[in-house]
């Protein structure tokens, strides 16, 4: 019951860690998304690019993460806001799950389908828009759950930083050897992490192709 | 065997008796295929083809796979391009001018239909009208009148592909394909994936609304059966050459080698089924 009344006590801070948190992963996603999309579609479309691009994303996936926010300290604009470089860092990790599902989605659209659309007309774009994507809808987005679900996580990590989120208590808690602190921190972030799953997971089951 | 002539096309399916004048254009060939070729690396697909499609003819394709027929359907609405020659359809080069023009003007029906999934089944009809920029009621009116055309209840509108039977899909797909009311109609094996029952059925669709709506239709089978029965004219494929090309009573007493193995591979009382394209 101490950790609850610690949680109580310290609400705001709680509270302002987690909103903190949010902003780290939800930036960080929204951005992944931007790049990771169009480079998904790019790769499926041109098979020359698939293994270079896929390649760079597997690399950087198994960086560790306090390796590269370490690499990424020394850069100029970067390092002179935290969260600027572990917005960057998270945006780098959560690519390889997006651009893999994005290709997989667009590759896995039954190809008598496209040609069908192909041959009554349709543009590269109208096929694009009207038919790849609507029905790799739901493959893209499992690609964005899985990207957000490990965010939450890696963001834990960004407190090490100075970046702020939940990591802030993990830290402070594993320096003073209170678990509550510790706590304090994961519980909101397993939380989160859970929300997060669910609802994209939410999405993606309403643009699942019947 | 002359196609530049009007021609009288009789023919009886189910005990009925069908008459139609196929109108053929002297001048122009509906499609022609000027010495094309088509070769992929070093594999010859299709081996200098000449050929000419009448104006509302059903020309058969028949072939086992592998023979170039899928190939030379392609090459028409320029899925496929040839590696030489020049493919004619309304009397000029399909390789000039606009790629989305000429597709539209097409009409195109696969194996299994491909109808978009996640498309109902009156906005799978409605696609090219809608790419037209058709106005919606237009639109609906159309898709209306087709699903009548292809016997199929109007409340089926709402539904999905994966909501309908085989035989409906196929339907839709030819409906899809008749939307915008192309000149011409390119099917590929469309009904090669149907029970029996169903196959019979639609192939006997097929010719009452070939006999109210005379487009020019190229269609790939390797159903010798099918090609008998549908066909005015039977252009026989094997490794990417075009064997023979005869009308469906021709064929069955032909004496050319590649015909006569396939009419004894098909065994007898295929005389019945041979539409009766007399001139």
Redesign the interface.
Known sequence: MSLLRFLIQNHTQVLQLTLEHLWLVGISTIFAMLIGIPLGIVIAHRARWNKPVLATANIIQTIPALALFGFLLPVPWLGARSDRLAILALILYALLPIIRNTYAGIHGV?A??I?????????ES?LLY??EL??AASVILSGVRIAAVISVGLATIAAAIGAGGLGEFIFRGLAMVDDRVILAGAIPAAILALLADFTVGWAERRLR?? | MQINRPRLRLWTDYGVRYAVLVQADPGNPAIEFRNVSYRIGNNQVLVDLNLRVAPGETLVLLGRSGSGKTTTLKLVNRLVSPSSGTILVNGSPNHEGDVIRLRRGIGYVIQEAGLFPHFTVARNIGLVPRLEGWEENRITGRTQELLQLVGLAPELADRYPHQLSGGQRQRVGVARALAADPETLLMDEPFAALDPLTRDELQHEFLLLQQRLHKTVVFVTHDLREALRLGSRIALMEAGKLVTLLTPQEFVKSEDPWAAAYVRAFGGGLDSVANRGAS
Do not use: I, K, S
């Open positions: 039954d008598a389908v040609e069908a659309g192909r041959g009554m007309g349709m543009t109208q009207q038919v609507p029905l192709p019947r």
